[in-house]
């Protein structure tokens, strides 16, 4: 197997995109060889712990409501493009999301770690939902056959939150500025959305690799 290495944020709606439509590429190979694995990066790391109300998120990003509009307006022309919806509507909270990294790295343990981040996208850009409060995540935790009550039991602690700064912050070394990052067998990155095709033909040159004579 190939390590695959997805560095995200699960607010970032360029991940949901991207991460979509490598998974449409995993659908067509599914003889692929990647095993994948999700990595810490918040894209804002500084959010008070509760978040913040997303019209004043907005105002203080981007200076104003119309300002913002046209910041998206390319995210909502690709997740079309995707059939993706994104309902910008629906989100009254941005959230801070290291207590979300927390328990993608918790799923990661129970070998849900992949499942964990598509619900939490889903959650976020498809239902609008807070997905930094605490009750939101041991629901998600509870769909995905985790103990509900151990997570929520982690949350109120600061269990692994030192760990998750700190590997973003190694990212950040690494010079990652921006999400999502792919590195492939933890030598290649392949930055930013791309599409199906793509990575169709990433799987299918390392596959022939993978099948030549030593």
């Given at each position: 197997?190939?390590?695959?290495?997805?560095?995200?944020?699960?607010?970032?709606?360029?991940?949901?995109?991207?991460?979509?439509?490598?998974?449409?590429?995993?659908?067509?190979?599914?003889?692929?060889?990647?095993?994948?694995?999700?990595?810490?990066?918040?894209?804002?790391?500084?959010?008070?712990?509760?978040?913040?109300?997303?019209?004043?998120?907005?105002?203080?990003?981007?200076?104003?409501?119309?300002?913002?509009?046209?910041?998206?307006?390319?995210?909502?022309?690709?997740?079309?493009?995707?059939?993706?919806?994104?309902?910008?509507?629906?989100?009254?909270?941005?959230?801070?999301?290291?207590?979300?990294?927390?328990?993608?790295?918790?799923?990661?343990?129970?070998?849900?770690?992949?499942?964990?981040?598509?619900?939490?996208?889903?959650?976020?850009?498809?239902?609008?939902?807070?997905?930094?409060?605490?009750?939101?995540?041991?629901?998600?935790?509870?769909?995905?056959?985790?103990?509900?009550?151990?997570?929520?039991?982690?949350?109120?602690?600061?269990?692994?939150s030192a760990d998750i700064s700190a590997r973003d912050a190694q990212?950040?070394?690494?010079?990652?500025?921006?999400?999502?990052?792919?590195?492939?067998?933890?030598?290649?990155?392949?930055?930013?959305?791309?599409?199906?095709?793509?990575?169709?033909?990433?799987?299918?040159?390392?596959?022939?690799?993978?099948?030549?004579?030593?």
């Open positions: 197997m190939v390590k695959l290495d997805i560095i995200s944020d699960p607010i970032c709606p360029w991940c949901y995109i991207g991460k979509t439509l490598l998974d449409r590429a995993l659908a067509e190979r599914p003889e692929h060889p990647f095993t994948i694995e999700w990595h810490p990066f918040q894209l804002n790391p500084d959010m008070p712990a509760d978040g913040m109300d997303r019209r004043e998120y907005l105002e203080t990003k981007f200076g104003g409501k119309e300002a913002a509009v046209r910041a998206y307006a390319p995210v909502v022309e690709r997740a079309k493009a995707a059939d993706l919806t994104i309902n910008f509507e629906a989100m009254q909270r941005t959230p801070n999301t290291l207590d979300a990294h927390r328990l993608l790295h918790w799923a990661g343990i129970e070998d849900k770690q992949d499942a964990a981040a598509m619900a939490l996208f889903r959650a976020y850009f498809e239902e609008g939902r807070d997905i930094g409060a605490h009750d939101l995540l041991g629901d998600l935790a509870d769909g995905l056959g985790m103990d509900a009550a151990v997570v929520l039991k982690l949350l109120k602690s600061d269990a692994d990212f950040r070394k690494m010079g990652i500025t921006g999400v999502p990052t792919f590195i492939v067998a933890g030598q290649h990155a392949v930055p930013g959305c791309q599409g199906t095709d793509l990575w169709l033909q990433v799987i299918d040159d390392i596959t022939a690799q993978i099948a030549q004579p030593e």
